[in-house]
């Protein structure tokens, strides 16, 4: 029940979003016909008309990163074992989550351990290092399996601070993600796998018609 309200706030966060970005953008236009009207031409008039776009453009921007940046990003409470790390950044479009990522510190059980399956539950507790951290992902490009992947404390961190910020591919790409968890970086946001139209060759091309490989194996002959 908590998830399902969760899900309804944050669905009603981001359309107040949007809405908030076309008043704004709204407003942006009548104060520059306004400027335009009453500043004149001149070089002072066109260096106030500049400086009024620049700027204008600049608070929306980072306004607007900013408060996606907060909504996107859903991080998991410790479990009981504590310290356990889990991203579950949404989609834009469904809220659904783009990709689910977590750290497991040593000596740590996922987040969801009480989730989990029997039989996965055993396959965790019989092949992981227990003195190492474990990297669990499942997103567009696929997943990493049961128990996941054995990663040292640098790739740990470096992972944490991808997801843990305001989204920016190269970071997410340099912890080592190929198909950037899902993250679009000409739109700036998350989609999931069904958003991403992935083909068969594991190509994907976002709801705005943005283009990527979301599988490290593809090639674009694959999709001629």
Aim: proline share 5%.
């Amino acid at each position: 029940m908590k998830n399902i309200i969760f899900g309804i706030v944050k669905a009603i966060a981001f359309i107040l979003v949007e809405i908030f970005e076309l008043l704004y953008g709204f407003a942006g236009i009548l104060g520059l016909i306004f400027l335009i009207r009453y500043v004149g031409g001149g070089v002072f008039g066109i260096f106030l008309v500049s400086l009024y776009i620049a700027s204008f453009i600049v608070i929306g921007f980072l306004a607007s990163k900013i408060v996606r940046s907060k909504l996107v990003f859903k991080k998991d409470k410790k479990n009981s074992s504590g310290g356990s790390m889990l991203f579950q950044p949404g989609c834009r479009i469904c809220r659904q989550p783009s990709a689910t990522i977590e750290v497991v510190p040593p000596h740590t059980l996922p987040t969801e351990w009480a989730k989990w399956e029997k039989a996965r539950q055993q396959a965790f507790t019989k092949y992981r290092a227990a003195d190492r951290y474990q990297f669990l992902y499942d997103g567009p490009g696929g997943s990493n399996g049961w128990v996941g992947d054995t990663i040292d404390l640098e790739q740990a961190e470096q992972i944490v601070a991808a997801f843990s910020s305001v989204p920016n591919s190269e970071a997410i790409r340099a912890a080592g993600f190929y198909d950037g968890a899902g993250f679009c970086a000409d739109c700036g946001c998350f989609y999931c796998p069904e958003h991403w139209s992935i083909s068969v060759t594991g190509f994907g091309t976002c709801p705005r018609g943005h283009g990527k490989s979301l599988d490290p194996h593809w090639h674009p002959e694959f999709d001629e």
